[in-house]
């Protein structure tokens, strides 16, 4: 095939049409979890699956209960593990034809990975991995749904999930805010923006960059510039609104 044919594409070719891409950046939350069936404490008055967030996501539930703690998690890594990526995250992943998307979720699971997206950013953490308990940055892939008390790190300390409590700094936020600065199209996904950092990302978006909110119950946003209001949740509202983002 000659150099040039529009069915190929040499590597500088190549370089330069991924260049050309536009940044879709999207802010997924809880609402496009629940929708695979994962429960959150998003709409329950702050219980998680009957617990209170004190007692099962600080520093100080660990400290004053790990096995209660660890048990929790092993349990929420189960419901993920059996819970299947939805029409919204299969969507979302369908965007990488012809966008350079870059999905920054505040979700602990991975689903998007799961339905295809190859640039996830996880602020929260991901409970599939687990960490040090004295030192985050040690992290581990985990055989199956558990992890028993006993398994410790290299260093000696507890293994317990790979997720941001309450009241724990946020590693990836400054990454995050980043990325949200050189957008060329935001999307934010069922989220209440109830929970910070996480809610002040869209703060970062220039203000001249189309936002699009999609969820059942759009939440406040104090922003300038031109914001598109998709009242639905995530498996009805995303596949449509990136069906239209591909034909254009």
């Not at 009957?50 to 189960?78: L, S």
């Not at 990325?179 to 996480?198: E, K, Q």
Request: aromatic share 8%.
């Amino acid at each position: 095939m000659l150099k040039g044919s529009p069915l190929f594409l040499w590597p500088n070719q190549l370089s330069s049409v991924y260049i050309k891409m536009k940044n879709l950046v999207v802010l997924t939350g809880a609402g496009i979890s629940a929708e695979s069936g994962l429960k959150t404490f998003r709409d329950s008055d702050g219980l998680w699956e009957g617990y209170n967030i004190e007692d099962v996501a600080t520093p100080e539930a660990w400290e004053h209960n790990p096995v209660m703690v660890q048990q929790f998690y092993n349990e929420r890594r189960k419901s993920v593990l059996e819970a299947k990526p939805n029409a919204a995250h299969y969507a979302l992943a369908a965007l990488e034809e012809k966008y350079r998307v870059t999905i920054i979720t505040q979700n602990i699971d991975d689903l998007h990975e799961r339905a295809g997206s190859t640039n996830v950013v996880h602020l929260h953490g991901i409970i599939t991995r687990s960490q040090s308990s004295i030192k985050p940055e040690l992290t581990y892939p985990i055989d199956g749904w558990e992890i028993k008390m006993g398994e410790l790190c290299e260093l000696g300390s507890q293994l317990r999930a790979h997720v941001v409590w309450f009241g724990e700094p946020v590693p990836m936020i400054e990454h995050a805010a980043a990325i949200c600065v050189g957008a060329d199209i935001f999307m934010l996904i069922g989220t209440s923006l109830a929970v910070y950092p996480a809610a002040g990302l869209i703060g970062y978006v220039d203000r001249e960059t189309p936002k699009y909110i999609i969820d059942p119950n759009i939440p406040f946003v104090n922003v300038k510039g031109p914001v598109i209001k998709i009242q639905e949740k995530a498996t009805v509202g995303v596949p449509e609104l990136v069906n239209q983002l591909l034909k254009d």
